[in-house]
T-cell receptor
Framework: LAKTTQPISMDSYEGQEVNITCSHN???????ITWYQQFPSQGPRFIIQ???TKVTNEVASLFIPADRKSSTLSLPRVSLSDTAVYYC???????????FGGGTRLMVKP | DGGITQSPKYLFRKEGQNVTLSCEQN?????MYWYRQDPGQGLRLIYY???????QKGDIAEGYSVSREKKESFPLTVTSAQKNPTAFYLC?????????????FGDGTRLSIL
């Protein structure tokens, strides 16, 4: 199973772009990279997912280099409401056992 | 609306007592998961099930038990053998066998010791 490593915490200011990087050196061929957002006392919420290169949706972008050993979640122009914990999850078809890492606690300041 | 319902939202356990946390989904998902989250920590996998009548242990299964008699339901029992059960418990589901399908989560059950 691919283990993930993320920074424990990050600070930013409103309106800035935030990039959170996740390392996953032993990612398997079938594994996808998925990012979730979690607010206190709530379940994680899906943000974005990718397999390789770049993926963009209405809330974020995900950059994945060719070797897929890391990925970067990019949040454009963050607001106070983006203060949350962000989890990188690597997994896929094999075994369907999905293990979360420790997450990155993002604090957005005014 | 399709989704995952966890109940109760808050639960209290007495010493030596077993308690059961409910998780129901109407998303027609095959795979279901139980996670434990301690304050300020990430999610740790307790049990998961890919199909009815089958389930596997996750990283921290000791002191917990599950059943999967119906596709929609995956209840978790916290037994008296779990000596430190106070935590936030999250249930999730996803389409099994599809590599990229993300998990959908419930709103959690917070368990405390009386």
């Amino acid at each position: 199973l691919a283990k993930t490593t993320q920074p424990i915490s990050m600070d930013s200011y409103e309106g800035q772009e935030v990039n959170i990087t996740c390392s996953h050196n032993n990612i398997a061929t079938n594994d996808y990279i998925t990012w979730y957002q979690q607010f206190p006392s709530q379940g994680p919420r899906f943000i974005i997912q990718g397999y390789k290169t770049k993926v963009t949706n209405e809330v974020a972008s995900l950059f994945i280099p060719a070797d897929r050993k890391s990925s970067t979640l990019s949040l454009p122009r963050v607001s106070l409401s983006d203060t949350a914990v962000y989890y990188c999850l690597v997994g896929g078809y094999a075994g369907n056992m999905l293990t979360f890492g420790g997450g990155t606690r993002l604090m957005v300041k005014p | 609306d399709g989704g995952i319902t966890q109940s109760p939202k808050y639960l209290f356990r007495k010493e030596g007592q077993n308690v059961t946390l409910s998780c129901e989904q109407n998303l027609n998902h095959d795979a279901m998961y139980w996670y434990r989250q301690d304050p300020g920590q990430g999610l740790r996998l307790i049990y998961y099930s890919q199909i009815v009548n089958d389930f596997q242990k996750g990283d921290i299964a000791e002191g917990y038990s599950v059943s999967r008699e119906k596709k929609e339901s995956f209840p978790l029992t916290v037994t008296s053998a779990q000596k430190n059960p106070t935590a936030f418990y999250l249930c999730a589901s996803r389409i099994a066998g599809q590599g990229g399908e993300p998990q959908h989560f419930g709103d959690g059950t917070r368990l405390s010791i009386l």
